[in-house]
């Protein structure tokens, strides 16, 4: 597996782990002590070498493991959540921002 193909896969799996979280960018660079737009260069893939260390940290803030943050165990998925998927595989990723505000609007709303 190529390096380039490895930093987006990190990038994707912090991205979808932050937005399930609930964070923004600013949010999540604030947890971890970076900068919005560095989180936004992980997201992207634009971090050419991801340490040990950095991905122990995304992973505790975003309670995950490690090795399904580097892509090394695939992320296990509930009937309902693989519906989802293939539902919105065609999503672009305005579409996915607008899918994520509206579930944190129905979180609130149900927490009201």
Known sequence: ?????????IGKNIRYFR?????TLLELGNLLGLSEGT???YESGNITNVSISMALEFSKVL?????ILMGWEPITYTPEQEMLLAETASFTDEQYDKLFD??????LSKSS
């Open 1 to 9: 597996m190529s390096k380039d193909i490895i930093n987006q896969t």
């Open 19 to 23: 937005k399930l979280r609930g964070l």
């Open 39 to 41: 989180i936004q260069r």
């Open 63 to 67: 309670d995950t493991t490690p090795q």
């Open 102 to 107: 509206y579930i944190n609007f129905l979180k």
